[in-house]
């Protein structure tokens, strides 16, 4: 075979694993979409469920989701971005810094699961919040950090060294260097950041499942201290725990769920490009 | 009369001395240069001047450094008082990534210079300072980046000389320049020395020859000869002199 047929071939089969890529979402979101659609209507979306769930809504679930992906930023923004900006600007590479490095790495690897449970023991039970979905949103944040500080560190550290060094040669501290040159630069990555390491809260089930989701709860939480039902954790309830649930309402819900996540994502990728273009260095 | 004065040097990065025994003096209102091959420590020097090294681990300084009589490196100076009186221009236009006016407005927004209309006052006239402003007087809030490097430089300058200085180093300030935007800033730096002390970093020796009015040659960080640059041009009292600035060494 000559090289030129070779290369072809080649580029064939490469093309095809690019392909294969994409297929699976395709059919993940058409399906869920084809099924999904004919359950969706505005009675769907801010309805209580009722009749055992196989009829009304799914309001409960998706306020429950919203409240705990809000709480969850509350917290883990300040603590991720803050904690970012002083490993990247401000530590050096002693053995507490990289014991930080360290930590950051580990949570990043936990199964959600283990953070379900440890928010059982840490939040519910021994600092004696309940099954709340202040307990819920502590659990979000901490398995939302790394995925904050990884993506934070990397936006600070592209921006070059040199608008520092200049910072700094006008009398300018360190901080206000990093608060008026460095943070506005890094910004839209960090807001990347925030955005995705949120979307994987919105979307979680282990870590909600044992500090605040609510199996059956047809209201509105009051108060912070309060359960809720939450979306993914609903989807798991109405998938295999009731029977004779009506497929239509497991893809109606799904569908919500994931128009939830991808408007998400949407919004980051849609940010990141648009400062991209932006920035000439 | 010296503006620095500059007095047994030792610069050290980590066990490594970079720069032996560097006695030199800067005379106000005049424009110093330092030449000599790469590596030789001319740099280093320079941002020995606003304690710049500072923010290198690992280094070290002996000897003083003493700007209008008081040591810079004394524990009492503070050092962003020192760098708003010993300002900076570096070797690559680096405009911050914003408007025109913010780049000048930078330095006394962050020392807290001025309120908003002196604000746009020292602008326009830091801009007039580096000759700039009536290149950009109709667009200050466009992006930095729309200038051609030559004007970057010059917008550089302007950012440096909106703190007020007393002193100005510059690192190498046309090496990424083409020969016609070099010449704006020479002309520039002749017009600048009459409110400025200006050191220059320069590997080119024309330039040095030609702006300057005392030149200091390093040679593998030692101040070989110190001179004023017509003498050192014509007549250098030392043979690496004769050889580097003939072309011969380094």
Known sequence: MSRYWVQRLGFALLGLTALAVVVPMLLVIGTIVVEGMGAISWEFITAMPSDGMKEGGIFPALVGTLLLTLGTALVAIPIGVGGTIYLAEYARDTWVSR?????????????????????????????????????????????????????????????????????????????????????????PGIITGVILGLLRAAGETAPILFTVAAFFLPRLPQSPFDQTMALPYHLYVISTQVPGMPLRIQYGTALVLLALVLSMNLAATVIRSYFRRRRQW | MEKIQV???????????????????????????????????????????????????????????????????????????????????????NPFPQSIFSNVAFGPRVLGLGNRNELAHIVEESLRGAVLWDEVKDKLHEDAFSLSLGQQQRLCIARAIAVKPEVILMDEPCSALDPIATQHIEELMRALKADYTIVIVTHNMQQAARVSDFTGFFWMGKLVEFDVTKSMFTRPSQKLTEDYITGRAG
């Open chain 2, 7 to 93: 007095n047994h040097l030792d610069f050290y990065y980590g066990s490594h001395l970079a720069l032996s025994d560097i006695s030199i003096p800067i005379r106000e209102h005049q424009i110093t240069a330092l030449i000599g091959p790469s590596g030789c420590g001319k740099s280093t020097f320079l941002r020995c001047l606003n304690r710049m090294n500072d923010t290198i681990r690992g280094t070290r300084v002996t000897g003083e450094v003493l700007l209008d009589g008081q040591d810079i490196y004394n524990r009492n100076t503070g050092v962003f008082e020192l760098r708003k009186r010993v300002g900076m221009v570096f070797q690559r236009p």
């Open chain 1, 99 to 187: 014991c930080i490095r360290l930590a950051i790495i580990n949570l990043a690897g936990i199964p959600s699961i283990v953070y379900g449970l440890f928010g059982l023991g840490m939040f519910v039970l021994f600092l004696k919040m309940g099954t709340s979905i202040l307990a819920g949103a502590l659990t979000l944040a901490i398995m939302t950090l790394p995925v904050i500080i990884s993506t934070a560190e990397e936006a600070l550290r592209a921006v070059p060294t040199e608008f520092r060094t200049v910072s700094a040669s006008l009398g300018g501290t360190r901080w206000q260097g990093i608060r008026y040159i460095i943070l506005p630069q890094a910004l």
